[in-house]
């Protein structure tokens, strides 16, 4: 089944410890990329991946880090969490970028930082 | 930079309506305009895709229409049903990289 998977869906943390979200996908999509979403204030971009190696800032990178070393997995690195990174984040990937191509999104990790 | 408004913010109707969901973008140099379905507490489910040389694409009881020069998308549902309950978000693609939410409209149909 062709699909966008995350781990952890669900992680409580505290302050500045260091924590790893897992993204993969399984349908040799170039594109990755990570939003989070927050009441109020809607899905908001926070990085991307146009391919292996190649990652840029979206809207909100602050206190974020990526990596892209695979073409499948795209993880999320909180370096030194704080609550204000309390949110639901989500993975998307598609075949490419542009007119034709849909993104296709994960299953969320609620994250929660005290 | 891009903004995306949704009205109404929350619908509710009764089993069997028709209705119109309406998204609005303030940057018309869109590559595509994207539909999303979000059940409470889980991910985004992706209902149509309109690219931006197109007029409207139809799935089922769906049918998206896009206006690129007014600025303008609604979703149309055709006799809705109870499992039709949901957050529909609208996205546009306005680059290679970035896709823009609006803040999504609430429906709830009752039986």
């Known amino acids: 089944e062709a699909q966008v998977t995350q781990n952890p869906r669900y992680l409580i943390t505290v302050t500045g410890k260091k924590l790893t979200v897992t993204c993969s996908q399984n349908?040799?999509?170039?594109?990755m990329s990570w939003y989070r979403q927050d009441p109020g204030l809607g899905l908001r971009q926070i990085y991307y991946?146009?391919?292996?190696?190649?990652?840029d800032k979206g809207d909100v990178p602050e206190g974020y880090k990526v990596s892209r070393k695979e073409k499948r997995n795209f993880p999320l690195i909180l370096e030194s969490p704080s609550p204000n990174q309390t949110s639901l984040y989500f993975c998307?990937?598609?075949?490419?970028?542009?007119?034709?191509?849909?993104?296709?999104f994960g299953p969320g990790t609620r994250l929660t930082v005290t | 930079k891009q903004e995306v408004t949704q009205i109404p913010a929350a619908l509710s109707v009764p089993e069997g309506e028709n209705l119109v969901l309406n998204c609005s973008f303030t940057?018309?140099?869109?590559?595509?305009l994207q539909w999303f379905r979000q059940d409470p507490g889980k991910g985004l489910t992706s209902l149509l895709l309109i690219q931006s040389s197109q007029r409207e694409q139809t799935s089922g009881r769906l049918n998206a229409s896009l206006d690129k020069s007014s600025g303008r998308s609604t979703l149309y549902i055709a006799a809705s049903q109870p499992g039709d309950s949901a957050t529909y978000l609208c996205?546009?693609?306005?680059?290679?990289?970035?896709?823009?939410f609006g803040k999504g409209t609430m429906l709830l149909v009752s039986p």
């Open positions: 940057d018309s140099a869109i590559y595509n």
């Open positions: 991946s146009m391919n292996v190696e190649v990652t």
């Open positions: 998307a990937s598609s075949l490419g970028t542009g007119r034709a191509y849909e993104q296709y």
């Open positions: 349908m040799n999509h170039e594109y």
């Open positions: 996205a546009v693609g306005s680059g290679y990289s970035t896709l823009t």
